[in-house]
């Protein structure tokens, strides 16, 4: 999906892991945590979340519950608890804190700033799933709490927890369904421990006829929040449509990216619009990114069709003078990545965020299931234009973690990495792949849920272990 984390995050947090930037070689293992056995019959994103000294873990145990584990950085055992559910009667009684065969169900964990540990999801338009610890840094002491602000809690998808520039603690979900949605951000006091509304109206609002597919909003160097998403019309998702943007200095006050102000809710009709591209165009919310070039401005990379219906990559970026936003298309695939329906579907084309380099070009990695596989295209900094294709970045993980121990004919590695001061660790575990979030007729075994300690490298927060 943001990271999104830099949670990519809403929807984007079920995409495939993004390529990582350039390391020379596998990292070697420092040392290794058992955490526990885990469910493996579909993935689901587990929060990996590592701060002040504490590492927490929130995951779905073999008997696909809700566990949440977490040690002191100085000890090697962990202490579990499972935090208790109520029924879904739209689940046909099954609880709250028991994951069934949905992918979108996943996971996000984060600490105020008293210690305090949430913990929210197991959510796909279900009531809202929230659980918050009555002690700093102590998961057993994680509490369910009934309500945030009690109102448009209902039907919660996409939770994403994040801090605005004050530190204040924020979270984002959609209200509603697919089609049919819009985006609510609450904001946490901590002298109260209350939540309120952060704005009067959803941020993004689909007016009863469409939902916006959204990234979490990310701080660039420039200070402000930058926002992209795209809209859709239906639960197929081959209706995405109009890629869009908006920033904010202080995620209240929204303006466009010549600094025209936004009333709120922004709406289809009131988004600044990066990309037009209609229905059926190849617009996915798997596959966006933003990054930033050496001038501050956003560049958006995102999946879309040419004129001759091909998937091709496309890099965006407001001009000089704000006025507009130029596009250059950086691949020349000669294959089409054709999607439609409902249900978690598995990425065929992925990209990574436009990144810096020392002589200000930008670099962009893709992966593709396809022939054309994997790469990183180098991008001349005044046009957008790639200047050469280079290798894919080796594979950061060792050999023996980025092979499947699992016997189980397409079972896959899932990674998640977190880093605290100059340390860095993989969360490791197996699941068969994404399957449109059907039952299957059987699941594998459950697969061993293990915390590696690696040399520290620049990944980006994702792990490639495949092309």
């Known amino acids: 999906m943001f990271h999104f984390i830099r949670l990519l995050l809403f929807p984007v947090l079920l995409c495939a892991a993004e390529p990582s ?26 929060a990996f979340l590592t701060e002040r000294g504490h590492q927490f873990i929130a995951y779905y145990d073999a008997e696909r519950r809700i566990t949440v584990a977490g040690r002191r950085l100085d000890e090697t055992g962990w202490t579990k ?21 949905d992918s979108h169900n996943y996971l996000a964990l984060v600490l105020d700033r008293d210690g305090y540990l949430h913990l929210s999801g197991n959510m796909h ?70 939540w309120a509304n952060l704005l009067e109206t959803p941020l993004l609002d689909g007016q009863g006829q469409r939902n916006a597919y959204a990234m979490s909003p990310v701080l660039g160097p420039d200070g402000r929040f930058h926002l992209v998403w795209m809209w859709r019309e239906s639960p197929d998702c081959s209706s995405n449509h109009t890629l869009s943007y908006a920033r904010s200095p202080d995620m209240i ?20 619009v990066i990309d037009a591209a209609p229905e059926k165009q190849g617009l996915i919310n798997m596959t966006f990114n933003l990054g930033f070039d050496a001038g501050n401005r956003p560049v958006v990379v995102y999946h879309r069709y040419d004129a001759k ?48 380099q020392t ?10 299931t396809h022939d054309v596989g994997a790469g990183r295209w180098r991008l001349d900094p005044a046009t957008l234009r790639p200047r050469t294709t280079l290798p894919p970045p080796a594979n950061v993980l060792p050999a023996s973690l980025a092979a499947p121990v699992s016997v189980t004919p397409g079972i896959e590695v899932q990674t998640a990495v977190s ?9 490791r575990w197996e699941t ?34 495949g092309s």
């Open 21 to 46: 930037p350039s390391v020379t070689q596998p990292a070697s293992i420092l040392a290794e945590l058992p955490v526990d056995t885990v469910w493996s019959g579909h993935p689901v994103t587990f």
């Open 81 to 101: 608890m499972h935090p208790e559910g109520v029924a879904l009667p739209n689940r046909d009684g099954r609880a709250s804190n028991i994951t069934g065969w």
């Open 125 to 194: 338009n279900d009531p809202l799933c929230y659980y918050r610890s009555s002690r700093p840094f102590d998961v057993s002491s994680l509490e369910r709490i009934e309500r945030m602000t009690g109102a448009r809690e209902s039907s919660v998808t996409y939770p994403v927890f994040f801090k605005n520039a004050a530190g204040d603690l924020l979270f984002r979900y959609r209200d509603g369904s697919s089609g049919n949605g819009s985006d609510i951000y609450n904001r946490y006091d901590t002298a109260t421990r209350a």
């Open 253 to 272: 006050h929204w303006e466009r990216c010549d600094g025209t102000p936004l009333s709120l809710p922004i709406t289809l009709k009131t988004g600044e």
């Open 309 to 356: 219906g091909k998937s091709q990559a496309f890099a965006a970026r407001p001009s000089a003078d704000a006025s507009k936003w130029e596009t250059s298309q950086l691949s020349d695939w000669d294959f089409r990545w054709g999607f439609s329906g409902g249900g978690s579907i598995i990425a065929e084309v992925t990209l990574g965020a436009a990144t810096i």
């Open 359 to 368: 002589d200000g070009s930008l670099l962009v990695d893709f992966s593709t």
């Open 419 to 427: 880093r605290e001061g100059g340390r860095r660790w993989v969360l």
């Open 432 to 465: 068969l792949p994404r399957n449109r979030d059907r039952p299957r007729d059987s699941a594998p075994l459950p697969t061993a849920l293990s915390v590696y300690e690696l040399p520290d490298a620049d990944t980006g927060g994702a792990l490639r272990v």
